[in-house]
């Protein structure tokens, strides 16, 4: 996820700038990703709680999953933005990780405490941080992702140099057939894996083993070519090779690859709940939402091709809001995404509360059965208008405001 000042390079001509040498389609991207995360985690109490997994009516179910399916490719799209910025590095290694790392550590750093102080056992919190990050704040896991893909630029970067179009589409071949793993690992199990809980309650899935993995190695044939790797590569292959499109030929691709994406998102998570639940309310274990998300994970088919049809939209927002002269409220907004990613759960948390309190739950809500979007979009756009306003003021903070909210 870049959240910091666009750094100018020649392109192709889709990458329309201001006179701050913004590309301008990248922070409406950045813009609307911070927005779908806070649209998936205002959708998570909709099957979440109880003893783990909790779904009260089948209408809850509808909407849970077509509202996370919808936006569940917000973070492959920050990977993406940081790929078709920074990769291959235009500096020095030590120059890039001095300029990105003290932006991106010390902000993390500060909201982890915070998380840790105020939600849960303080003591246990921070001495778990040691290891890992507090899984009250699960929305954290993005930060330690993004540096793993950083370490790798700096090895990748003299190939993506001068790496030809059919080769980086046979890499991202290969990358695509890692996507039906999670699928293969269910199919082979008969949707029986163990699920094994850590000392934090977190559930972990034991991998049914493939191609190679076993209880002494989990690094198989495909390991070093999957996961955010691919979008690292997808960033990389829009920039060299994909021209700007016209209006018609971007409709023609985009939603057709867009909608299968959502097809299989939301057919597969709903498909699932149905062969869980025999009746609504529905109420298990973690385990249970463990199954459902499977079709949502970052690294599967449906998720990835939502990701490039999104992608091919936002190539054509390339028009600032305001004039070339001043920063616009979207420049504004999208250099405060960072601040509004790490601390928009203390804001989505009362939110969520107080707009389920009045508008009420399920189809015995005000709004009956448009209760629960309803109070999904409300959470999410209460959640988004008060970090945005918070953050942008924070970095107008001299020389403190940007080690708050990067």
Known sequence: MHFYYLCAR?????????????????????????????????????????????ILTATDAFWASFSDSFVRSCVPLFVIASSYLLFPLQTSTGTFFRRRLGRLLVPFVLWTLAYALVWGEPVSNLQALLLNFNYAAGHLWF?????????????????????????????????ALTLFIPFVREWASNGELLVIHGPTGIPNAAAYPLWGEASWNGYST???VSGFIGYLLL????????????????????????????????????????QTADAFPFE???????????????????????????????????????????????????KASYGMYLCHMFVLAKASGMICSWIGRGTEGRLGFWSTPAEIILTALTTFVITAVVCTLIQRIPKLGKWIVG
């Not at 701050?20 to 409406?28: M, Q, S």
């Open 10 to 54: 020649k392109t192709n001509p889709s990458n329309t700038m201001n006179t701050e040498n913004r590309i301008i389609w990248l922070d409406w991207l950045r813009v609307c990703a911070c927005l779908m995360v806070m649209v998936v985690h205002s959708t998570e109490p909709f099957y979440l709680g109880g003893e783990g997994s909790r």
């Open 143 to 175: 930060v330690y992702m993004l540096l793993g893909v950083y370490l790798l630029m700096p090895l990748l970067s003299p190939w993506a140099e001068r790496v030809g179009r059919r080769e980086l589409l046979g890499y991202l071949g290969v990358w």
């Open 222 to 224: 495909f390991y070093y």
């Open 235 to 274: 960033g990389l292959y829009f920039r060299k090779f994909v021209p700007e499109l016209s209006w018609r030929r971007t409709l023609t691709i985009g939603v057709p690859v867009w909608l299968l994406g959502f097809v299989i998102c939301f057919g597969g998570f709903l498909l699932r709940v149905f």
């Open 284 to 334: 298990g274990s973690v385990d249970y939402a463990v199954g459902w998300e499977t079709p949502w994970y970052n690294d599967t088919i449906g998720v990835a091709l939502m990701a490039i049809g999104w992608v091919l939209l936002f190539r054509k927002f390339n028009r600032p809001l305001g004039t070339q002269d001043s920063p616009t409220l979207l420049t504004k907004v999208s």
